[in-house]
């Protein structure tokens, strides 16, 4: 069973930097048989969860444009991860990492997703 588990949310100030990982069954990664897709999600408060940006299971990787320059999305063998950059208050929310078995819909569909992390808090002050 493929499970997600983030960490490396906490709290920084404006401008700070954090980098959140999503550690994975090796499977969903490696799979030569069936390749996954992976992706970074975010629930601001009061809205709804939106697309960070994937990593596709041929290397692409896509950004939202309200996250580009900013975060960078990579991977090794067992982990996905979100660097993120140059922190804003209003990046503050819950982020989860995701998997796909079929490649996502851009902009990012939550529905597109099979796999799910529980997610990790970020939070930015001012």
């Known amino acids: 069973q493929v499970q997600l588990l983030e960490s490396g949310g906490g709290s920084v100030q404006a401008g700070g930097s954090l980098r959140l990982a999503c550690t994975t069954s090796g499977e969903i990664l490696n799979s030569t048989l069936r390749p996954y897709h992976m992706a970074w999600f975010r629930q601001l408060p009061g809205k709804e969860r939106e697309g960070v940006g994937f990593l596709a299971s041929d290397g692409a990787v896509h950004y939202a444009d309200f996250v580009k320059g900013r975060f960078t999305i990579s991977r090794d063998t067992a982990n996905l991860y979100l660097q993120m950059a140059n922190l804003k208050p209003e990046d503050t929310g819950l982020y989860y990492c995701?998997?796909?078995?079929?490649?996502?819909?851009?902009?990012?569909?939550?529905?597109?997703?099979?796999?799910w992390g529980r997610g990790t808090q970020v939070t930015v002050s001012s």
């Open positions: 995701a998997g796909a078995l079929y490649r996502p819909r851009w902009p990012l569909v939550a529905a597109d997703f099979r796999y």
